[in-house]
């Protein structure tokens, strides 16, 4: 779903009858899901009017604003101790990336941030979020390459206690969903922070390309089973972007948008906003 999606509607169904055929493909290639299409479609062959391309556009419009959750509220610390948000995503999303550029948005609010380098795999994972940490100014807990990735984050959320941070960031391996160890990998993770604070990790935030489309969702869905998702961070996500996947995951997965990428300035990382979103669809 590119954005400006709605203005492409409508060119297309103006001044000609709607071909459901067509608009089947039309919403499908869009990347908003199979289900949601099919929903749009009966609701629109239920009229007993002739269809018009505003029709399309108004119907199309509303699924989407009833699906979008109106608004989550801004991450906030716990008491006497780290918040910890495990970051997790397959290669190539732009995790490490983010992880720094959430860690500049809580300081920004002015919470104490300290990152956790458990991406041990990847050839300069470590540099690159140290360079980060050092350009944002936030600490960074490292290891060696090929070091026990939950070995670290337990370690990380020592340090982080000990030093009253209020959020600890974990940027994991970067890793495809279709790798049994790996998603295994995962879980050892999060039991391994269990030790620490049973209610840990407090955000598990999925980071997906938005131009990636479809196979998003089944990259959601894995994770989701792994090790539970409590929200998307979705990058890529600017003019030229597409934008249908987030709503394929609000709506069969329930796991909301959190945060939006456009950039790759530290300040470039916003909260996801509905009505900002639907707003570029126009």
Known sequence: MAFEFFKSLINRFSNKPVDWDELEETLISSDIGVPMTLRIIEDLQRRQTKITAKDVVNVTRSHIEQI????YPRLRPLPNRPKVILMVGVNGTGKTTSTAKLAYLLKQDRHTVMLAAA???????????KIWADRIQVDVITG???ADPAALCYDAYSAANKRN???LICDTAGRLHTKHNLMQELGKVVRTLQKQDEQSPHECLLVVDATTGSNALVQAKEFKQ????????VTKLDGSGKGGIVIAIQDELAIPPRFVGTGEKPGDLQYFDKDEFIAKLL
């Open 68 to 71: 979008l959750p109106i608004a």
């Open 119 to 129: 991406d041990t795999f990847r050839a300069a994972a470590i540099e690159q979020l």
């Open 144 to 146: 060696e390459y090929g």
């Open 165 to 167: 941070i209020e959020f």
């Open 226 to 233: 792994a090790v539970g998702l409590t929200g998307l961070v």
